[in-house]
Nanobody, 126 residues
């Protein structure tokens, strides 16, 4: 599956952005999806994930309550609504997919994904 992320840009602190990721090659309905980010000089970190069905979502503590992940299997897309952005959210954001579903039983520890899109830059001005 090929993933294409978009929607990044420059936003003022406190503002919002919506990232989207479109898939091609295979339907996304059998993939768990996620968003990761990597800031300069830092390791890539998990941001949010969503199960095959969309009923289960999981967030990093740092974005809980501010970010919302959603998916549209009919449109083969996954989105990340980001609100109340701060300078700490500035990073390159990547969408990712994996065949193993995301559940409460497998969210502890590092989350491994198999397919990655190119990143989209999010810049937050203070």
């Amino acid at each position: 599956v090929q993933l294409q992320a978009s929607g990044g840009g420059l936003v003022q602190a406190g503002g919002s952005l919506r990232l989207s990721c479109a898939a091609s090659g295979r339907p996304l309905s059998s993939y768990a999806l996620g968003w990761f980010r990597q800031a300069p000089g830092k390791e890539r970190e998990f941001v949010a994930g969503i199960s095959w069905s969309g009923y289960f979502t999981h967030y990093a503590d740092s974005v809980m309550g501010r970010f919302t992940i959603s998916r549209d299997n009919a449109e083969n897309t996954v989105s990340l609504q980001m609100n109340s952005l701060g300078p700490e959210d500035a990073a390159v954001y990547y969408c990712a997919a994996r065949g193993l579903d995301l559940t409460r039983l497998n969210i502890n520890g590092p989350l491994e994904f198999d397919f990655w899109g190119q990143g989209t830059q999010v810049t937050v001005s203070s």
